[in-house]
């Protein structure tokens, strides 16, 4: 059982910086596709970013590319999400996902690729 921790959120002005982290535990971390996503009130979860095995492969929605980085530790079991010059839109609980399945691809965008969650972040922008 995999079990991810989100942490990092908060409330930051427009323009500003913040990183969120994702802990996971149990299983082998090195051999997940993570993914973060987003949901903002009365929407649907949005795809944000995902990396791959070893983090030397990353991919983006259009409207969070140049502004956030996605990044992977895999001997602390963690990772994170970079991001700057936020904008209100930004708004919403952020979730952290690990999918566990095997095969080559890895730029997995929909929520029913990934088998766990975590609890999810909460990240305000204020305008």
């Known amino acids: 059982q995999v079990q991810l921790v989100e942490s990092g959120g908060g409330l930051v002005q427009a323009g500003g910086s913040l990183r969120v982290s994702c802990a996971a535990s149990?299983?082998?971390?090195?051999?997940?596709?993570m993914g973060w996503f987003r949901q903002a009130p009365g929407k649907g979860r949005q795809f944000v970013a995902a990396?791959?095995?070893?983090?030397?492969?990353?991919g983006y929605v259009d409207s969070v590319k140049g502004r956030f980085t996605i990044s992977r530790d895999n001997a602390k079991n963690t990772v994170y999400l970079q991001m700057n010059s936020l904008k209100p839109d930004d708004t919403a609980i952020y979730y952290c996902?690990?999918?566990?399945?095997?095969?080559?691809?890895?730029?997995?965008?929909?929520?029913?690729?990934?088998?766990?969650w975590g609890q999810g972040t909460q990240v305000t922008v204020s305008s």
């Open positions: 149990g299983g082998t971390f090195s051999t997940y596709v």
């Open positions: 996902a690990a999918s566990t399945t095997s095969g080559s691809r890895w730029f997995k965008t929909f929520p029913r690729d990934y088998d766990y």
């Open positions: 990396i791959n095995w070893s983090g030397s492969q990353t």
